[in-house]
Nanobody, 115 residues
Framework: QVQLVESGGGLVQPGGSLRLSCAAS????????KAWYRQAPGRQRELVAAVRPGGSTDYVDSVKGRFFISRDNARKMVYLQMKSLKPEDTAVYYCNLAWGSQDYWGQGTQVTVSS
């Protein structure tokens, strides 16, 4: 069974930085695609960043150059470093692991960017 627990969200001023962390359990971690999604009020959940088992990454255009996803397979951790935050980055951020037909989600962590 895979469990994901996010942490690191909070209130930050525009231009600030945050690092989100996701602690995972289970045996599929190194095999899975790891991703961060976000959902703002009234909007659909969107993929923010993903890292594949081989290390290649993808980002939604709106965060390229500002957000960076990384993972530590030994510690079963996924990180999202967020810089130059904007009010439009405000959302609940979710950690996701996907492997074959298996798809796991964390409970989410709120990120609010406001002055």
């Amino acid at each position: 069974q895979v469990q994901l627990v996010e942490s690191g969200g909070g209130l930050v001023q525009p231009g600030g930085s945050l690092r989100l962390s996701c602690a995972a359990s289970g045996s599929i971690f190194s095999l899975s695609v790891k991703a961060w999604y976000r959902q703002a009020p009234g909007r659909q959940r969107e993929l923010v960043a993903a890292v594949r088992p081989g290390g290649s990454t993808d980002y939604v255009d709106s965060v390229k150059g500002r957000f960076f996803i990384s993972r530590d397979n030994a510690r079963k951790m996924v990180y999202l470093q967020m810089k130059s935050l904007k009010p439009e980055d405000t959302a609940v951020y979710y950690c996701n692991l996907a492997w074959g037909s298996q798809d796991y989600w964390g409970q989410g962590t709120q990120v609010t960017v406001s002055s």
